[in-house]
């Protein structure tokens, strides 16, 4: 794909996301999509082929944002524990974040949408490698205790994936969510 391509692609992504923000997946339409894109019908399905696949696109994209930064931020050498209290202050944000996000979004979309949620699965299972990984890492590092890595990273994997139903369904504070974390944490620090 050449850089005007990516470019009109990037604008679709962006627009889109603006959309999905401030409406019900269910209610957005191709139409409004191109609308706020200013292009053509053809143009756009050049790229993508519903709301759908633009959505689970961004999902996509916004995955491989996270899981990229964790493995530079192992790659330059920073602190394994202070990668890990990152990730979970990126969960911590789209939780309360007053302004919508598309963390919300994109748990109900998969919610509704059964047949969308391999996508969903599979990006649980490399996050679960991801944090394996930093735990690994901050074992080697003298950080944390050398323990089951894949079990201590499903344990805050589907922490912070069920954070969202938890809090609204439950109504876990901001702190009970911070202490639980900090509990997790200090079972693995090397003190």
């Avoid at 944000?93 to 963390?103: L, Y």
């Avoid at 991801?130 to 901050?138: E, K, R, W």
């Amino acid at each position: 794909m050449g850089r005007k391509a990516e470019e009109k692609r990037d604008l679709i992504l962006e627009q889109a996301r603006k959309i999905f923000l401030n409406q019900d997946f269910d209610q957005v339409t191709m139409t409004a999509i191109i609308n706020a894109c200013g292009i053509s019908h053809g143009g756009i399905y050049r790229y993508f082929a519903s709301p759908s696949e633009i959505f689970v696109t961004l999902f996509e994209r916004d995955t491989h944002t996270l899981l990229d930064a964790v493995s530079i931020s192992m790659w330059e050498q920073r602190s394994a524990v202070d990668i890990l209290k990152e990730v979970f202050k990126v969960y911590q944000n789209a939780i309360w974040d007053p302004e919508p996000n598309m963390a919300a979004r994109y748990n109900t979309f998969f919610k509704n949408h059964p047949e969308k949620q391999d996508v969903k699965r599979n990006q649980i299972d490399r996050f679960i490698k991801t944090i394996a990984q930093v735990l690994v890492y901050g074992n080697e590092r003298g950080e944390l205790n050398s323990v089951d890595s894949t079990f201590w990273a499903n344990q805050l994997v589907y922490y912070l994936e069920g954070l969202d139903h938890n809090v609204s369904v439950i109504g876990l504070k901001q702190k009970e969510v911070e202490n639980l974390f900090i509990l997790w944490l200090e079972h693995l620090k090397n003190d």
